[in-house]
């Protein structure tokens, strides 16, 4: 499965974009590319989840270049309930293994 | 209305009790598994099953099992429970060919 990197936290205030990005440099072809968010003792949440290009919902926005080695996911517009960890998962969805958490990033969003 | 659950979402014993975590899902799916979560380390797998009566283990298996004889449901055993077993665990499932699985709530387990 591909390792992931993840900034360990990043901080934002109310109203800006944030970009989260995560590196998977040996990402497989038939891979594909998933985010989470978690709150404090809540189980990881689905956001959004791609395979190239630009794929967006009404939660976020997930830009995947197309050597597919990163991926940043764009939060528009945060809010102080936006506060959360973000997990960058990769994988393929016919693995039984059903795909590694990394250590996610820890996004604090200020008033 | 769709989700996982867990019991119980407490639990504070002592080493060598055996206890079991329950889980269940109302959607059908035919992957689920088990994680466990501490601070500092993220998410790591324990348990995985894709589908009746088929079960692997992920990254951190020992000290644990697992059992799936009915689609809905995916106990997680702790036969003999030792303080590193102290941890806030999550049940997960996910329907075939899709990327997104769905958490239940979370057992705080203390194991003293």
């Known amino acids: 499965l591909a390792k992931t990197t993840q900034p360990i936290s990043m901080d934002s205030y109310e109203g800006q974009e944030v970009n989260i990005t995560c590196s998977h440099n040996?990402?497989?072809?038939?891979?594909?590319i998933t985010w989470y968010q978690q709150f404090p003792s809540q189980g990881p949440r689905f956001i959004i989840q791609?395979?190239?290009t630009k794929v967006t919902n009404e939660v976020a926005s997930l830009f995947i270049p197309a050597d597919r080695k990163s991926s940043t996911l764009s939060l528009p517009r945060v809010s102080l309930s936006d506060t959360a960890v973000y997990y960058c998962?990769?994988?393929?969805?016919?693995?039984?293994?059903?795909?590694?958490f990394g250590g996610g990033t820890r996004l604090m969003v200020k008033p | 209305e769709a989700q996982v659950t867990q019991n119980p979402r407490y639990l504070i014993t002592v080493t060598g009790k055996k206890l079991t975590v329950t889980c269940s899902q109302n959607?059908?799916?035919?992957?689920m598994s088990w994680y466990r979560q501490d601070p500092g380390l993220g998410l790591r797998q324990i348990y995985y099953?894709?589908?009746?009566?088929?079960?692997d283990k992920g990254d951190v298996p020992e000290g644990y099992k697992v059992s799936r004889k009915e689609k809905r449901n995916f106990p997680l055993i702790l036969e003999s429970p030792s303080p590193n077993q102290t941890s806030l665990y999550f049940c997960?499932?996910?329907?075939?060919?899709?990327?997104?699985?769905?958490f239940g709530p979370g057992t705080r387990l203390t194991v003293t």
């Open positions: 997960a499932s996910r329907g075939d060919g899709s990327y997104e699985q769905y």
């Open positions: 040996n990402i497989a072809t038939n891979d594909y």
């Open positions: 791609g395979y190239k």
């Open positions: 998962l990769v994988g393929g969805n016919n693995a039984g293994n059903m795909l590694t």
């Open positions: 959607m059908n799916h035919e992957y």
């Open positions: 099953s894709m589908n009746v009566e088929v079960t």
